[in-house]
């Protein structure tokens, strides 16, 4: 979730035979460039698809393989949502991604993108809401607008106390964000890109351009352009660069079964929510695939070190996430917990995405600071970052390195 509410290519089939219509990735230089993408989180596997699309001889490393279970990309489910109140940037992006989603579920064996409809509930009626609404009416954007009893009628899994207006989006919904990485992934090898496991060492300054990775393996990899998507690993990669612009936090996600039999919490009939509170955002999802129903807290956890941090949940934090569930849920009240993961957001100060050239090498593209909101965004990221890699798309303010302030260790716990 961000916070802060101030803050054609073709899919080609595993037979080769093209399957379904992604939207274009105009380049328009030179194409046939060896391009290495470090990191095969969402970002950096729809960078590497669209780079392959436009012709390019595309390497996608990763230490630990696509959506492994650190990456901030490996959990279970992300939600996809338009309303984001007044920054309509990220509201054209996921509306632009949505379609790229689509075809990638269609061609994936098990569902990719699950349309349960995505709700925000509000206690007042705040700004957020009537931005999200007129983004929604500028982009054509079908957007219900709900009065607490309307909620009530319509959700009754959820209890609508001190709410006063809620925006349903029917068009979004859930992610499968692991599979999701690891379809594309398939996909993208099965088109002719590479993907091969590696521990990308620091890169050095020898030029004025970097011409090669080192693996801690001692191998080298040679290209002419580079992206690193290194998630929250792009401050160790950059310490000096980009360090403390990109804060690592730790965040807790925890899944309860609903009642034996009970249908009220299948996608069908409950939709992934975002509860505002205030600014203090509390969402979820409904059982999908039958994990159980997901509870998480938005709020920024404690700084982590994405190697080293405790993937063990906290007693604390399941303490806060029960106290939660058991208000606005009650029909969950004494629901077994069925799992826990425990992540990280690569949080930049404003929310906001980096993707921006290295200031000092002109064939490297950094790319992150997804900021607990990203993924659904991750195939017009790669869109454009394959364009600006390429020098075929304008400098995007927001996701310049500069508008990057240094972020400060915040503690929620
Ligand atoms: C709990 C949680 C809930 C979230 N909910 C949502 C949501 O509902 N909706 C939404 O849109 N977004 C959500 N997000 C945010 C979203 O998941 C992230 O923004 C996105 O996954 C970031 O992807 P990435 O590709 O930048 O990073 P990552 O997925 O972390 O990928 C980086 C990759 O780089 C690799 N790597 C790192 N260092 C090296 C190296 N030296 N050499 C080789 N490989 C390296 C890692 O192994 C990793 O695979 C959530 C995030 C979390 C943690």
Redesign the pocket.
Known sequence: ?KQGVTRRSLLIGAGGAAVSPLPATPMRRKKGERIAV????????WTAHHLLQAGHKVTL????????S??????E????RAAYGKDAIYTRMAMESLPQWTALSAVSGLPIFIPAGILFFFPTEEPYVADSIAAHKKFGLPTDVLTQAEMTRRFPMIDFTGISVGLYEPGFGA?M?RRA?LTLVERFVKSGGSCKR????RPVRTGPRLDELRLSSGERIRADRFVF?????LP??FPEVIGPRILPTR???FFFSPPAGDRRFLPDAMPGWADFNGGDIF?GFPDLESRGVKF?HDAHGVEVD?DTQDRRPTPAALAEIIAYRDRRFPLLRGAPLTEA?V????NSSNGDFLIDIHPDWPNVLL??G?????????PEVGRYAASRLMGSARPEPRFSLATKAETHHREVH
């Open positions: 979730m470090v990191g095969a989180g969402v970002f950096g596997a490393i990763d230490a630990w393989g696509p959506a492994n650190r990456a901030s990309s490996g959990g489910s992300r939600l996809t992610l964000a990485v590696g521990f990308v060492q998507a290194a998630g929250p690993w160790k990669l965040q807790e996600v969402y998480a994405p993961r992540c990280q957001y690569e790319l992150g997804g900021s607990g909101h990203g993924f659904k965004h991750g």
